[in-house]
Nanobody
Framework: QVQLVESGGGLVQAGGSLRLSCAASTHTFRQYTMGWFRQAPGKEREFVATITWNLGTTTYADSVKGRFTISRDNAKNTVDLQMNSLKPEDTAVYYC?????????????????WGQGIQVTVSS
């Protein structure tokens, strides 16, 4: 079992930055590909970013490429999402997710473990 706890959300003005962090309670964090997803009101949950455990390979949704950066610290069992140049359309509940995998994953169905989510609101 893996428990994931997100932190760092909140309210920010458009153009601002936020850093989300996800802490994983597992002794085998290095075996997991980690991902961030988000869900806006009335919309489907969508992929944001993913990072593998071994090579640190990253993949981003086109909508956040160049603005968001995913990173992980295998010693601390954490994965972060640095969000810059935020836009009102980035407003959503953001979820941290984990999957036993060596590959970058973008499909939410591939992830077996999820955090409770954290609200990010970007005002215009």
């Amino acid at each position: 079992q893996v428990q994931l706890v997100e932190s760092g959300g909140g309210l920010v003005q458009a153009g601002g930055s936020l850093r989300l962090s996800c802490a994983a309670s597992t002794h085998t964090f290095r075996q997991y590909t980690m991902g961030w997803f988000r869900q806006a009101p009335g919309k489907e949950r969508e992929f944001v970013a993913t990072i593998t455990w071994n090579l640190g390979t990253t993949t981003y949704a086109d909508s956040v490429k160049g603005r968001f950066t995913i990173s992980r610290d295998n010693a601390k069992n954490t994965v972060d999402l640095q969000m810059n140049s935020l836009k009102p359309e980035d407003t959503a509940v953001y979820y941290c997710a984990a999957a036993l995998s060596l590959s970058p994953l973008t499909n939410s169905k591939s992830f077996g473990y999820w955090g409770q989510g954290i609200q990010v609101t970007v005002s215009s």
